[in-house]
T-cell receptor, first 119, second 112 residues
Framework: GAVVSQHPSRVICKSGTSVKIECRSL??????MFWYRQFPKQSLMLMAT?????????EQGVEKDKFLINHASLTLSTLTVTSAHPEDSSFYIC???????????????FGDGTRLSIL | GDSVTQMEGPVTLSEEACLTI???????????LFWYVQYPGEGLQLLLK?????DKGSNKGFEATYRKETTSFHLEKGSVQVSDSAVYFC???????????FGIGTKLQVIP
């Protein structure tokens, strides 16, 4: 079964709305979670690394004030797209690594993704 | 920096045809290599992996061999099914780091 749960799976909102996406690890505690964005016909691009109890680490070119990440507990990270606009429409996927497993075995467990559509 | 190059799709095959999706990588050192599969409307699932040179990963009839000399990790399947239709991502990861580097993804369409 799924070990990482992502919610919601699909969101349709008006421009200017803020949207929160949740990522939960179900069977393990994840000190680190990752947020990816997938554009049509493109690969997954890492947006940021979410660290429990500290600030997220953002990849170059990702706006920190636009994509707010909060990792308040060992099983939950949230991504908030603030004042979303149509260009923010995309597929967002989170992942988490089980620290009890070796990196080579299962580097990350992925959520099912969130399809965000901004009208 | 590290990168993964895989063939662009879509790849369209008839059922029971042979599949090869090419993947090569550029990295300093010897990463672990992975193939992920993304079915329509779903997230990524690990399909198979190889952690060192000459290792062969296999799962659900798919295979890929870690070739250090050609820095490749091509995905193969002898007989594809309609249910194999998905997007396949080649990826690499260095031990000690947590950032996974993905290829662009190859969409496979299998027609009856």
């Amino acid at each position: 079964g799924a070990v990482v749960s992502q919610h919601p799976s699909r969101v349709i909102c008006k421009s200017g709305t803020s949207v929160k996406i949740e990522c939960r690890s179900l069977d393990f505690q994840a000190t680190t979670m990752f947020w990816y964005r997938q554009f049509p016909k493109q690969s997954l691009m890492l947006m940021a690394t979410s660290n429990e109890g500290s600030k997220a680490t953002y990849e170059q070119g990702v706006e920190k004030d636009k994509f707010l990440i909060n990792h308040a507990s060992l099983t939950l990270s949230t991504l908030t797209v603030t004042s979303a606009h149509p260009e923010d429409s995309s597929f967002y996927i989170c992942s988490a690594r089980d620290p009890n497993r070796g990196l080579g075995n299962q580097p990350q467990h992925f959520g099912d993704g969130t399809r965000l559509s901004i009208l | 920096g590290d990168s993964v190059t895989q063939m662009e799709g879509p790849v369209t095959l008839s059922e029971e045809a042979c599949l090869t999706i090419n993947c090569t990588y550029t990295a300093t050192g010897y990463p672990s290599l992975f193939w992920y599969v993304q079915y329509p409307g779903e997230g990524l699932q690990l399909l198979l992996k190889a952690t060192k040179a000459d290792d062969k990963g296999s799962n659900k009839g798919f295979e890929a061999t870690y070739r250090k000399e050609t820095t490749s990790f091509h995905l193969e399947k002898g007989s594809v099914q309609v249910s194999d239709s998905a997007v396949y991502f080649c990826a690499l990861l260095f031990g000690g780091y947590q950032k996974v580097t993905f290829g662009i993804g190859t969409k496979l369409q299998v027609i009856p």
